[in-house]
Structure formats: structure tokens, C-alpha cells
């Protein structure tokens, strides 16, 4: 098991930056996938950036080049570096980690942290 813990939500202006933490309760190296999600009112959660098993990385289309994801295994921390932020990009932003165990795999959600871009 794992909790996740989400900060850096706010109210930003169109063309401003904000940077995302998910701080795990354990090690994140041992744990498979961790991503960002997000969901905008009204729409289902779809995928916004993940570390894939070897630590490769997935971005949706829509942030590719605009987003950022990183990670610093030693704070246990997940980070989602996100600039020239559009209304669009508003939505509730979810930290993920997938962790397969016992011939299946379990996903952990964070509470997840509110993202605001006004016009």
C-alpha cells in the first residue's frame, strides 16, 4: 500500500506556471507507474503524464512540450511541472502509483488538488 499526498494547486492566470508535489509514504522507486490525472468538471479522469516501469515517461498529447514530469526518489516525490497554462488545463490533478503485486495490479489515488486557470 501507499498514500499520496498532493500540493501545488492554486488559481493562476492563462500563461502562468504552477508546479504539482505528490509526496508517497513509501519508497517510489519500488513502486511500478506514478502519474498525474486529471478531471475537469463534467468529464472523466484521463491521463496526463506517468513514469512507466524503467522509468520511461508518457504525456498526453494536449501537454506534450507544455508539461513536465520528474521525480526525486530520495523525498519519496513525484512533481508535475506545468507552463503556459490555459483554461483548458483547469481540472481536479490526481497523483497515481500502480502497483503490481500478487498477480494483479492496485492503484492508489491521492485526494487530489485543485487547478484553476482563468482567462
Known amino acids: 500500500q501507499v498514500q499520496l499526498v498532493e500540493s501545488g494547486g492554486g488559481l493562476v492566470q492563462a500563461g502562468g506556471s504552477l508546479r504539482l508535489s505528490c509526496a508517497a509514504s513509501?519508497?517510489?522507486?519500488?513502486?511500478?507507474?506514478m502519474g498525474w490525472y486529471r478531471q475537469a468538471p463534467g468529464n472523466q479522469r484521463e491521463l496526463v503524464a506517468r513514469?512507466?516501469?524503467?522509468?520511461?515517461?508518457n504525456y498526453a498529447d494536449s501537454v506534450k512540450g507544455q508539461f513536465t514530469i520528474s521525480r526525486d526518489n530520495a523525498k519519496n516525490t513525484v512533481y508535475l511541472q506545468m507552463n503556459s497554462l490555459k483554461p483548458e488545463d483547469t481540472g481536479v490533478y490526481y497523483c497515481?502509483?500502480?502497483?503490481?503485486?500478487?498477480?494483479?495490479?492496485?492503484?492508489?489515488w491521492g485526494q487530489g488538488t485543485q487547478v484553476t486557470v482563468s482567462s
Open positions: 497515481n502509483a500502480r502497483i503490481e503485486a500478487f498477480g494483479g495490479s492496485y492503484d492508489y
Open positions: 513514469f512507466t516501469r524503467g522509468g520511461c515517461t
Open positions: 513509501r519508497s517510489i522507486s519500488s513502486i511500478n507507474t
